[in-house]
């Protein structure tokens, strides 16, 4: 629940900035909202060891954008429905696709000690025994 909590106060604040642009430069609000949700990802997936922390987090910035993309009761947008909105909200959702379903290599490391461990065991027990 506090991973998905976070994820939706990342969402929130980074889908209230993604159209902010400085000294005339367009997208940077875009790239630095994607580079914290993205480090935000790749920490949660990378300190817990766990795709299922990584998809609460994922989860909640994508609840947090969505909430606030629609209309407001004033009658306002955050995200139109213009090319940066629509990138913005993309991005989010790739990323999160590729932090969640990543592979995790530690295990197909650790498998394959293994088996190497037990191809040499048996090579040594079968050298022993002639």
């Not at 994820?7 to 159209?19: C, E, K, N, R, S």
């Not at 060891?49 to 609460?56: E, I, M, Q, V």
């Not at 909200?89 to 530690?106: C, G, I, K």
């Amino acid at each position: 629940m506090a991973l998905f909590v976070v994820g939706a106060v990342f969402g929130l604040a980074t889908t209230v900035t993604h159209a902010t642009s400085v000294w005339g430069l367009p997208w940077v609000g875009l790239l630095l909202g994607a580079i914290a949700c993205g480090g935000m990802l790749l920490a949660v997936r990378l300190l817990l060891h766990d795709r299922w922390g990584a998809l609460a987090t994922g989860l909640g910035m994508l609840a947090g954008m969505v909430v606030i993309s629609g209309r407001g009761p004033g009658g306002s947008v955050i995200v139109p429905s213009d090319l940066l909105g629509v990138t913005w909200s993309w991005t989010v959702a790739v990323m999160v696709l590729l932090v969640v379903a990543w592979p995790d290599f530690s295990r197909i490391r650790r498998l394959q000690q293994e088996q190497a461990a037990r191809g040499r065991v048996a090579g040594e027990a079968s050298s022993d025994g002639s």
